[in-house]
Nanobody
Framework: VQLQASGGGLVQARGSLRLSCAANERMFSNYRMGWFRQAPGREREFVGAISWSGGSTSFADSVKGRFTISRDNAKNTVYLQMNSLKPEDTAVYYC????????????????WGQGTQVTVSS
């Protein structure tokens, strides 16, 4: 599975961005898709994930209520909608794929995209 993340950029605080992650795998719908982020000097952290069907999502407490995840299995694409952005959301965002149900830890994700930079100015 190859993943290509896009949609990052510079946005002001309280603004919105939507990240996309496209997969080249025709069996995309078999994978749980997750988003992670890594800020300079910090460890990679879980942001959120969506089940293979799209019927279940989970989020880190730091983004709950502000971020949503959706997927379009016909387009092999998963989306991260980020609203009410804060400067502390600044990081490189990565999408990842796993066949482990309910996984929120990076170690369980098999495939990773290249990352896209999100910068939130105050």
């Amino acid at each position: 599975v190859q993943l290509q993340a896009s949609g990052g950029g510079l946005v002001q605080a309280r603004g919105s961005l939507r990240l996309s992650c496209a997969a080249n795998e025709r069996m995309f719908s078999n994978y749980r898709m997750g988003w992670f982020r890594q800020a300079p000097g910090r460890e990679r952290e879980f942001v959120g994930a969506i089940s293979w069907s799209g019927g279940s999502t989970s989020f880190a407490d730091s983004v709950k209520g502000r971020f949503t995840i959706s997927r379009d299995n016909a387009k092999n694409t998963v989306y991260l909608q980020m609203n009410s952005l804060k400067p502390e959301d600044t990081a490189v965002y990565y999408c990842a794929a796993t066949r482990v149900t309910g996984a929120t830890m990076a170690q369980f994700y098999e495939y990773w995209g290249q990352g896209t930079q999100v910068t939130v100015s105050s």
